[in-house]
């Protein structure tokens, strides 16, 4: 025996030691770890919002039950908690890694749609398009389908593509009559008729009109404050300018005239830039309004 005990690895002896007190079960305040509680653990990290932790615990649900029948939905929750946090970018490579690991899965026509819908929140407009498309064609009795469009007109708007964005909602309402969005996509539609025939102030024009009289242009943009100012301060140096030349003061007239000329030009540029916002602020307003009417279709 005492040789025996000599041979034993000390791991051994310590096992042998500690079995006898070691619980073989579980008691009745221990968790057994399966792959429902595992994903509980997860959705309750995703239902308070803390993103980041429902990513690390449906992970590990992968980790630890690969071959569950519930794979694809942690795949898919995690693409969702980064969406849902604003991380479009890794939201759209993880939607687009669970469409191609479960074609078949009942989240892949959803995950389709919210990877377009990344794509236009990163301004990818292009790559936003071509994914929505896809459903469409692919899977147009979706409820999806017409959510797709709308993101579609959406983001034709943002690059101010006008056939692209009236095509969109066109097809909404001729596929899908009766739809309850109906009534928004149809005011929506009369907004981008507005936007098509908005009024535009001419920058050019408003350059001009300030380099033949300081300020006028800043009139024409509706910059009233701006174009009194820019009448007062080019008025001075002119005027300035000019009574130095009668009196045939030159020095001080090329240096008061001098001095004057990058305020005269800046008022012709800044003239040109006030009609240009001008145009972007009526721009904005319909679009804002297009915006607010589609959102509760997305």
């Known amino acids: ?133 896809t459903l469409v064609e692919e899977h147009p009795e979706s409820e999806y389908a017409p959510r797709a ?31 309850p969005g109906e009534d928004n996509v149809k005011e929506a539609a009369v907004e981008l008729d507005r936007y098509r025939e908005l009024p535009e102030k001419s920058p050019v024009l408003a350059g001009i009109m300030s380099a033949i009289l300081p300020g006028s242009g800043y009139f024409y943009a509706e910059h009233y404050g701006d174009g009194i100012t820019a009448f007062l301060i080019n008025g001075l140096f002119i005027a300035g300018t000019v009574t130095a030349i009668n009196q045939e003061n030159y020095a001080v007239a090329g240096i008061v005239g001098g001095i004057g000329v990058p305020f005269y030009l800046g008022n012709i540029y800044g003239s040109a830039n006030a009609a240009k916002k001008w145009n972007l602020g009526v721009r904005n307003e319909v679009t804002q309004k297009i915006h607010s009417t589609l959102a509760p279709l997305i």
């Open 149 to 179: 469009l709308v993101v579609i007109c959406l983001a034709a708007l943002d690059e101010d593509k006008a056939e692209v964005r009236r095509q969109a909602l066109q097809r909404f309402l001729a596929r899908y009559p009766g739809h």
């Open 1 to 133: 025996m005492r040789t025996m005990h000599r041979l034993l690895p000390i791991p051994l002896l310590l096992l042998l030691v500690l079995a006898p007190v070691s619980p073989l079960h579980a008691d009745d305040g221990a968790i057994l770890l399966t792959g429902d509680v595992q994903l509980r653990i997860a959705d309750a990290f995703m239902e308070e919002g803390e993103y980041y932790r429902a990513v690390t615990e449906y992970k590990k649900f992968l980790i630890l039950f690969p071959d569950s029948a519930r794979a694809d939905y942690a795949s898919f929750e995690i693409a969702m908690a980064y969406f849902k946090g604003e991380e479009y970018g890794a939201a759209s490579r993880s939607f687009l890694a669970m469409r191609e690991k479960y074609p078949d899965s009942g989240y892949a026509i959803q995950a389709g749609y919210l990877d377009g819908v990344s794509q236009w929140k990163l301004k990818n407009d292009d790559r936003a398009r071509v994914a929505l498309e």
